[in-house]
């Protein structure tokens, strides 16, 4: 590990740059203009009632749940880059190149990342991730799109990068690539789970599951030669990247008709808080999966009639909150498969970030003109009724009973091993025998509701 706390300057500004005021109230929603700059991240920490926002001067600021400014800084670190804030809250990263130069006379350009701790102005660690070596001969080697965030509550993170490199002589060649890692601090270790570039990602908390749209390209070219690879792939993890689904898969080559492997590369995408299940955006279509052990079930789709930039399941799993590209957000119910509301934004400017408030069912989204806006009204739909009602005795050794709040019109219902294998099918009862399944953990699935129960 790379750490000399010696070379560490870190500027920390209070900015009376305009006055704050607290929520406006808009109708349906509250605002407050947070920054004068585009948003570009809103955090709000586990098991608390503030949140950080952080702006295109990469400026961070802190609110409690009423708006009010509890603190701002500035943080600049002498030959560093900031990159973000991360999702814990705890930490902010920075990025640095060093280059040299070999016995061959190649430049070597070593890269760092830097994870501060901004509350109590101390440096967590730094790490040196890769050292690109440059030949002569080459066109040129970059890395760039760094995304990286760390959790120091379980001393792990998540690196993902975009690569570019080409070289000349007769035939010129270049790549576009990259890399997604995981990163163990108590070992000091990355570990490379995907060797491609990505387009775009979604990752759990705690980085067990992770959703890339991976991608690929190749090109070879001379006054007489032209060709190009091109490789678009959509995977999921749901073990910390050790093994990998596809999903949907893309190939092209020069001279070849394209070659698309079950499905379609979604635009976004996102993994639910808790439940067994990810939903995926292409066009004005939302495509929903769940997901077990080792196995990637696809459940349906349905059209939701607009073109989201940016989704967010609500903290209960129920709903997806969706940012449209005509200035609105809709609350999509999951079960329904529709949006069942739509909140017109009066500043006619698209949300770019949201998320959650804790231990509400409450939003926050961010905006390129520095503002938020509080949805405090989204409480209403937790208390909207669902299909089954329970699932009891849970765990069971023998039968299973299953309450309904409504009538269904299914006929069957399925249980799948946490494996994804088909288990049972049958017409649908209230009761049902699984005296005959193995211990462990299942699935039961009922229409588009699936419910998670243990056998012993």
Same mark, same amino acid.
């Given at each position: 590990?790379?750490?000399?706390?010696?070379?560490?300057?870190?500027?920390?500004?209070?900015?009376?740059?305009?006055?704050?005021?607290?929520?406006?109230?808009?109708?349906?929603?509250?605002?407050?203009?947070?920054?004068?700059?585009?948003?570009?991240? $809103?955090?709000?920490?586990?098991?608390?009632?503030?949140?950080?926002?952080?702006?295109?001067?990469?400026?961070?600021?802190?609110?409690?749940?009423?708006?009010?400014?509890?603190?701002?800084?500035?943080?600049?670190?002498?030959?560093?880059?900031?990159?973000?804030?991360?999702?814990?809250?705890?930490?902010?990263?920075?990025?640095?190149?060093?280059?040299?130069?070999?016995?061959?006379?190649?430049?070597?350009?070593?890269?760092?990342?830097?994870?501060?701790?901004?509350?109590?102005?101390?440096?967590?660690?730094?790490?040196?991730?890769?050292?690109?070596?440059?030949?002569?001969?080459?066109?040129?080697?970059?890395?760039?799109?760094?995304?990286?965030?760390?959790?120091?509550?379980?001393?792990?993170?998540?690196?993902?990068?975009?690569?570019?490199? @080409?070289?000349?002589?007769?035939?010129?060649?270049?790549?576009?690539?990259?890399?997604?890692?995981?990163?163990?601090?108590?070992?000091?270790?990355?570990?490379?789970?995907?060797?491609?570039?990505?387009?775009?990602?979604?990752?759990?908390?705690?980085?067990?599951?992770?959703?890339?749209?991976?991608?690929?390209?190749?090109?070879?070219?001379?006054?007489?030669?032209?060709?190009?690879?091109?490789?678009?792939?959509?995977?999921?993890?749901?073990?910390?990247?050790?093994?990998?689904?596809?999903?949907?898969?893309?190939?092209?080559?020069?001279?070849?008709?394209?070659?698309?492997?079950?499905?379609?590369?979604?635009?976004?995408?996102?993994?639910?808080?808790?439940?067994?299940?990810?939903?995926?955006?292409?066009?004005?279509?939302?495509?929903?999966?769940?997901?077990?052990?080792?196995?990637?079930?696809?459940?349906?789709?349905?059209?939701?009639?607009?073109?989201?930039?940016?989704?967010?399941?609500?903290?209960?799993?129920?709903?997806? $909150?969706?940012?449209?590209?005509?200035?609105?957000?809709?609350?999509?119910?999951?079960?329904?498969?529709?949006?069942?509301?739509?909140?017109?934004?009066?500043?006619?400017?698209?949300?770019?970030?949201?998320?959650?408030?804790?231990?509400?069912?409450?939003?926050?989204?961010?905006?390129?003109?520095?503002?938020?806006?509080?949805?405090?009204?989204?409480?209403?739909?937790?208390?909207?009724?669902?299909?089954?009602?329970?699932?009891?005795?849970?765990?069971?050794?023998?039968?299973?009973?299953?309450?309904?709040?409504?009538?269904?019109?299914?006929?069957?219902?399925?249980?799948?091993?946490?494996?994804?294998?088909?288990?049972?099918?049958?017409?649908?009862?209230?009761?049902?025998?699984?005296?005959?399944?193995?211990?462990?953990?299942?699935?039961?699935?009922? @229409?588009?509701?699936?419910?998670?129960?243990?056998?012993?």
């Amino acid at each position: 590990m790379y750490f000399n706390i010696n070379i560490v300057l870190i500027v920390l500004l209070f900015i009376p740059q305009f006055v704050f005021s607290q929520w406006q109230n808009k109708g349906e929603y509250k605002e407050i203009t947070a920054s004068n700059q585009p948003i570009t991240q $809103i955090i709000t920490p586990k098991d608390s009632s503030i949140f950080y926002i952080v702006d295109k001067e990469n400026i961070i600021r802190k609110f409690n749940y009423q708006g009010e400014l509890l603190f701002e800084k500035e943080l600049k670190l002498d030959g560093y880059e900031f990159l973000r804030l991360c999702n814990d809250g705890l930490s902010c990263i920075f990025f640095k190149n060093v280059e040299t130069k070999d016995q061959n006379g190649w430049t070597v350009v070593d890269k760092y990342l830097l994870c501060y701790d901004f509350t109590n102005d101390s440096v967590v660690f730094e790490v040196k991730f890769i050292s690109l070596v440059i030949p002569i001969y080459a066109l040129g080697n970059n890395i760039y799109d760094i995304k990286f965030d760390f959790n120091r509550r379980i001393n792990k993170g998540f690196l993902i990068y975009n690569s570019s490199r @080409g070289y000349g002589g007769g035939v010129k060649t270049s790549y576009s690539e990259g890399n997604a890692l995981t990163y163990d601090l108590i070992n000091n270790q990355f570990k490379t789970i995907a060797g491609d570039g990505y387009k775009y990602f979604d990752i759990s908390e705690d980085y067990e599951k992770i959703l890339l749209n991976n991608y690929y390209k190749e090109y070879h070219w001379d006054m007489d030669f032209d060709y190009t690879i091109e490789s678009k792939y959509f995977q999921f993890s749901n073990n910390y990247g050790i093994n990998f689904n596809w999903i949907s898969h893309y190939h092209y080559e020069s001279n070849y008709p394209p070659n698309n492997v079950y499905g379609f590369i979604p635009d976004i995408f996102k993994i639910a808080n808790n439940a067994p299940i990810f939903v995926a955006v292409k066009g004005s279509f939302l495509y929903h999966y769940t997901f077990f052990k080792d196995k990637i079930l696809f459940i349906d789709s349905s059209e939701i009639g607009i073109n989201p930039n940016a989704m967010l399941f609500s903290e209960n799993d129920k709903f997806i $909150i969706l940012a449209s590209q005509n200035h609105s957000i809709g609350i999509y119910d999951i079960e329904k498969r529709n949006i069942i509301r739509e909140f017109i934004l009066l500043d006619s400017v698209n949300a770019e970030v949201l998320v959650n408030l804790n231990g509400t069912y409450g939003f926050l989204a961010g905006n390129n003109k520095g503002k938020v806006k509080l949805f405090e009204s989204a409480s209403i739909l937790s208390n909207v009724q669902f299909n089954i009602e329970e699932v009891s005795p849970n765990p069971s050794s023998d039968k299973l009973y299953i309450r309904l709040r409504k009538i269904l019109s299914v006929d069957l219902i399925q249980i799948y091993s946490i494996e994804g294998i088909k288990v049972i099918e049958q017409n649908f009862k209230n009761e049902i025998n699984i005296g005959n399944l193995s211990s462990g953990v299942y699935f039961i699935k009922l @229409g588009s509701v699936i419910k998670k129960f243990m056998k012993y």
